[in-house]
């Protein structure tokens, strides 16, 4: 049985349901000061909207599209991180995390404030990183050669989600789990099925200390790019993969927590991501969903469900972007773990 060091994981992750009112608008609620916020409007076909505290609010990207960074204009869409959560105001560039009326969710994370330099690479970064939890923001200048750069983790990083900032291109991610780990890449903006390159990552695992660069998508001489870096904390994170068996009676998948947030995509052909939680689903089956590479309004139709258990996840229909018979990778976040190794033995985590 997996036990957990982290008793609370809310207090370093969490989902925060809000409404929009096309005015200044401090969302608080979110437990901790958060260092990423993932914001999507859910009643409309609008955006995805990321922004982070080493970048700043104001600098936004968006998970469905290859732009370069958006700078918000003064008093519009975010306007700052705060102590308790964030602050939102009229909106223009991203047109939907704050209008009137709108039902929007956001996924928030705390890493470790705005960063600080660090030379465990051949590239120098600047680095906020969260050793408890396991994630890292980390900004970069590319060199255009082989290299390497710091995570701050210290420990095996299995995800990273890399974007460059100052020109359009679109997402390029890391993740251990896929078919032959890191010579292969995924695209967070498609639903493209993954690419083998050995350019991309210099076909190396990361390291307890860095992450290999080498090809022009994550190194271009000069460019600028964020990297949200992510390692597995036992009973809180869980990074791994599936194989599907188009039934409706599906694998059940063992993360050794309660999930509070799950991204599924099939690696092996083509299938959007699939985006679940907890706060938008309530209630088995879990059918509320997102695609981070579309900007589609909220889902919810019977043709995809999973079941959140206190365990882990159980796929419950036959569905080409969770449960067709194919390999599917997966990350998850704790809403509470299996046993956390509070008090004597820890205590068990109960059933939705």
Partial sequence: MAYSTIVKPSDYFNTKLYTGNASSNAIT????????????????????????????????????????????????????????????????????INANGSSCVAWNWKANGVG?????????????????SGFSIVKYTGNGGNSTVGHGLGGIVK???????????SWTCGISAMPNGWQNYLR?????????????????????????IGHD???????????????????????????GNASNDGPFIYTGFKPAFLIIKRSDTGQP?????????????????????????????????????SNGFKLRRNNGESNESGTYIYMAFAEEP???NSGTDGVPATAR
């Fill in 29 to 96: 609620g979110v437990g901790f000061a958060p260092d990423w916020v993932w914001q999507k409007r859910r009643d409309g076909a609008n955006g995805h909207v990321l922004f982070d505290k080493v970048r700043g609010a104001t600098k936004i990207i968006q998970s469905e599209s290859s732009n370069a960074e958006i700078t918000s204009n003064a008093n519009q869409d975010t306007v700052s991180l705060d102590s308790d959560g964030f602050t939102v105001a009229t909106p223009s560039q991203t047109g939907g």
């Fill in 338 to 340: 299996l046993v956390s």
């Fill in 159 to 169: 995800v990273i989600f890399n974007k460059r900032l100052d020109s359009s291109a």
């Fill in 273 to 309: 991501w699939l985006l679940l939680d907890n706060k938008r689903g309530t209630y088995n089956v879990n059918q509320s969903k997102l695609f981070p590479n579309a900007s589609d309004a909220e889902n919810t139709d019977t043709s995809n469900g999973v079941d959140f258990l």
């Fill in 188 to 212: 967070l903006d498609t639903d493209t099925v993954f690419s083998v390159n050995n350019n991309i990552w210099q076909a190396t695992a990361p390291t307890n200390s860095v992450f290999y």
């Fill in 116 to 132: 600080s330099a660090n030379t465990d690479g051949s590239i120098s970064s600047t680095v906020s990183a969260n050793t408890t």
């Fill in 217 to 243: 998508d994550v190194n271009t001489s000069g460019a600028e790019y964020i990297s949200y870096c992510f390692k597995e904390i036992p009973g809180y994170s869980k990074f791994s993969s599936y194989t």
